[in-house]
């Protein structure tokens, strides 16, 4: 008589659960409370100085001295708004959006094209130019202001917004062909040999390839470059006299007096001059991102 073994059904092999596969795994999914809890604290130090400034700019000027600071307005009003804007502020944010684009827009237009040179060239020529900008990043704004002043002042550009255009574009090119030659070495060279093979020239490969890959790259330089021109004050302070050249920054002062500072005129301002580059922010955020992590992936 033959024997039969059975096997039971019920003795299926399961997974073993993450804690019986080791002890690597152990704890992986145990929360950070300290981290979260530093993160709060960094948060809260951020939204503080915000909602202050944004409370503020909303009292009057007797209010802001008699009142707790961190209080909300007990009677809010529009009139520091009304007069930041009475007092010259469309001419100062027209004079500062001007310098900003006219000097961002060829700073990443020159940037790019060096950017494509020295990544796609070859020569000692392009090598040393490469290393000049490099060294233009070990200089800072403040130990060129004097022979930039003298400069402008033989140019017979003082007190012209070209006196803060054209060294703007010269400090913003060194960090932007650093960003974008990064970034176009991360590009396959395969692209460009087929581009090349295809009989496409090097203008056609920079605009058809280059461009459309390092547009993260693009956004980034701008908007990095877009705010340090825009909240620059040295070079309006040092390089304009007139109040019809002042930029935005310089137009802080206008509610500064001898004996007197109208904080909440000052800070309504602040939040005005502050919209245009958060919505910059916002828009371009997952550009920015992309554009400073991938240019620099190797």
Known sequence: ?????????????????????????????????????????????????????????????????????????????????ALVVESDFPRYFLNSVLVTVGAIVPAVLISFLAAFAIVRGSGWVLKGINSLLLMGLAIPLQATIIPVYLIIIRLGLYDTLWAIILPSIAFAI??????????????PRELFESMRTDGASDWQTLWHLAFP????????????????????????????????????????????????????????SVVMVSLPVIALSVIGRRQLMSGLTAGFSK
């Open 1 to 81: 008589m033959a024997t039969v073994t059975a096997t039971r059904p019920d003795r299926v092999t399961r997974p073993k659960k993450a804690a019986d596969r080791g002890p690597s795994l152990r704890g992986s999914n145990r929360p950070n409370w300290f981290g979260g809890l530093l993160s709060y604290v960094w948060l809260l130090i951020v939204l503080v100085p915000i909602y202050w400034i944004i409370i503020t700019s909303f009292k009057a000027q007797s209010d802001y001295f008699t009142t707790n600071p961190m209080a909300p307005p007990s009677a809010p009003t529009l009139a520091n708004y």
């Open 174 to 187: 060194p960090l932007s062909v650093l960003v974008l030659s990064n970034f176009i070495r991360d590009v």
């Open 213 to 268: 890959l390092t547009r993260p790259a693009l956004v980034t330089v701008t908007i990095y470059n877009g705010l340090g021109i825009w909240n620059g004050f040295l070079l309006p302070l040092v390089l304009t006299q007139s109040p019809e050249k002042r930029l935005i920054t310089l137009g802080l002062w206008t509610f500064q007096g001898q004996y007197s500072v109208n904080v909440p005129a000052i800070l309504a």
